[in-house]
């Protein structure tokens, strides 16, 4: 193999909540008087952490302003959670071939913790990884904080590594911390926007990841994609 580590994304990565994301946003704009921005603006801040998004979105707003829209946010989100969003074709096969592989698997995400422990309550996915980092426990993207932090708990070297994202912020990320990165095409950021981050490869679907690894594909890993 050629790499020790797989670092993913979440949102536009593994599970498909691009949609919900958007959505979620425009209905808090609307409960505190702002703007309904377009999708594909709102698409533009997927990453970051939600104050930081929110602030990027809205520079107006002061931080009071910006908690109270993290407060909306976050309950239209559960609210929408009461149905799980889907994971991308072939994610959960990709990741249990990856361990079955040896691989150790991690994720770099903007959810805030409580964000991720509810997916993962709510999926079972928690099994997959070996350690997380969050936007509301390090730096937000494109920082290489929460990188840097996850190669030095899981004792591998930044050219063991690998980032797998659908944003400009993920490889940025990865970039800064010295590691190698994939950019999914089917996530928040268009691919015109992800190639100037010089990814080694831009991948249609999870499990085209493989030989990125350096993994041949398997049954298990292919089957229903």
Same mark, same amino acid.
């Given at each position: 193999?050629?790499?020790?580590?797989?670092?993913?994304?979440?949102?536009?990565?593994?599970?498909?909540?691009?949609?919900?994301?958007?959505?979620?946003?425009?209905?808090?704009?609307?409960?505190?008087?702002?703007?309904?921005?377009?999708?594909?603006?709102?698409?533009?801040?997927?990453?970051?952490?939600?104050?930081?998004?929110?602030?990027?979105?809205?520079?107006?707003?002061?931080?009071?302003?910006?908690?109270?829209?993290?407060?909306?946010?976050?309950?239209?989100?559960? &609210?929408?959670? $009461?149905?799980?969003?889907?994971?991308?074709?072939?994610?959960?096969?990709? =990741?249990?071939?990856? %361990?079955? #592989? !040896?691989?150790?698997?991690?994720?770099?995400?903007?959810?805030?913790?409580?964000?991720?422990?509810?997916?993962?309550?709510?999926?079972?996915?928690?099994?997959?990884?070996?350690?997380?980092?969050?936007?509301?426990?390090?730096?937000?993207?494109?920082?290489?904080?929460?990188?840097?932090?996850?190669?030095?708990?899981? &004792?591998?070297? $930044?050219?063991?590594?690998?980032?797998?994202?659908?944003?400009?912020?993920? =490889?940025?990320?990865? %970039?800064? #911390? !010295?590691?190698?990165?994939?950019?999914?095409?089917?996530?928040?950021?268009?691919?015109?926007?992800?190639?100037?981050?010089?990814?080694?490869?831009?991948?249609?679907?999870?499990?085209?990841?493989?030989?990125?690894?350096?993994?041949?594909?398997?049954?298990?890993?292919?089957?229903?994609?």
């Amino acid at each position: 193999m050629n790499y020790d580590l797989v670092i993913f994304d979440w949102d536009g990565t593994v599970m498909d909540s691009t949609g919900r994301i958007v959505s979620c946003m425009q209905l808090a704009a609307v409960d505190l008087g702002l703007p309904s921005l377009p999708d594909e603006t709102v698409c533009g801040i997927i990453g970051l952490g939600l104050p930081e998004a929110i602030g990027t979105l809205y520079p107006v707003l002061d931080a009071g302003a910006i908690e109270r829209m993290r407060e909306r946010y976050a309950f239209h989100f559960i &609210a929408a959670e $009461a149905t799980p969003s889907a994971l991308y074709p072939g994610a959960e096969s990709l =990741l249990t071939g990856l %361990r079955e #592989a !040896g691989m150790k698997l991690a994720v770099a995400t903007g959810k805030s913790r409580k964000g991720l422990q509810r997916v993962w309550g709510n999926t079972g996915l928690d099994r997959y990884f070996d350690a997380s980092r969050c936007a509301d426990e390090s730096h937000s993207k494109p920082h290489p904080a929460m990188v840097l932090e996850l190669l030095q708990e899981m &004792a591998v070297s $930044a050219q063991r590594a690998i980032v797998v994202g659908d944003t400009t912020f993920d =490889l940025e990320m990865a %970039r800064a #911390a !010295g590691v190698d990165r994939v950019a999914v095409s089917y996530g928040a950021h268009p691919v015109e926007k992800l190639l100037p981050c010089e990814p080694l490869a831009v991948i249609d679907r999870l499990h085209h990841l493989l030989p990125v690894l350096g993994l041949a594909a398997t049954e298990l890993v292919t089957e229903n994609l």
